[in-house]
């Protein structure tokens, strides 16, 4: 509407040059709106494999710290973490801030031991990792080996 009157104002008359003039204002008003926007709506969805940065363990009861990045990506992309653990799934939701996207599982998810799955995806991309969560005591791998070991007792017959 305010185009509409701007068009036909009383007190210029619409020649053929000055509605040129106008349009060829329009034109420019719309390139620079275009011109003006963000990189980020030009950047590709993503796909295919996103690295998961996490430990390979952890001790129970601990806050586990779990990156990923950095993509090229828009900031606020949404990313959703599944942790698959001894108490079933969690879900954790964020989203990407720089090309990175960080997530902090709580202790009152990692109070059991046993062996967690994280899975995290974003847009059409996926990506996977695992952590062994140990009980404080048995924090080392090669000691739960040699414990386990140590437990087999052979019978004679």
């Given at each position: 509407m305010?185009?509409?009157k701007?068009l036909?104002?009383?007190?210029?008359?619409?020649?053929?040059?000055t509605?040129?003039?106008?349009?060829?204002?329009?034109?420019i008003?719309?390139?620079?709106?275009?011109?003006?926007t963000?990189?980020?709506?030009?950047?590709?969805?993503?796909?295919?494999?996103?690295?998961?940065?996490?430990p390979?363990?952890?001790?129970?009861?601990?806050?586990?710290?779990?990156?990923?990045?950095?993509?090229n990506?828009?900031?606020?992309?949404?990313?959703?973490?599944?942790?698959?653990?001894?108490?079933?799934?969690?879900?954790?939701?964020?989203?990407?801030?720089?090309?990175?996207a960080?997530?902090?599982?709580?202790?009152?998810?990692t109070?059991q031991?046993?062996?967690?799955?994280?899975i995290?995806?974003?847009?059409?991309?996926?990506?996977?990792?695992?952590?062994?969560?140990?009980?404080?005591?048995?924090r080392?791998?090669?000691?739960?080996?040699?414990?386990?070991?140590n437990?087999?007792?052979?019978?004679?017959?």
């Open positions: 305010i185009i509409n701007w036909t104002a009383s007190h210029h008359k619409n020649t053929p040059q509605i040129r003039k106008k349009l060829r204002g329009i034109l008003l719309l390139v620079f709106i275009t011109a003006c963000t990189a980020e709506n030009l950047l590709p969805k993503l796909t295919g494999n996103i690295l998961i940065n996490a390979t363990t952890a001790s129970a009861g601990s806050d586990i710290e779990v990156s990923v990045g950095p993509l990506v828009a900031n606020g992309t949404p990313i959703g973490l599944v942790m698959v653990g001894v108490r079933g799934p969690k879900v954790y939701n964020t989203v990407f801030t720089n090309g990175e960080h997530f902090r599982i709580p202790s009152t998810d109070y031991p046993g062996y967690v799955a994280l995290v995806a974003s847009e059409n991309a996926r990506g996977e990792a695992s952590i062994i969560v140990f009980s404080p005591r048995r080392n791998i090669h000691n739960s080996i040699m414990m386990a070991m437990t087999s007792i052979p019978f004679d017959s």
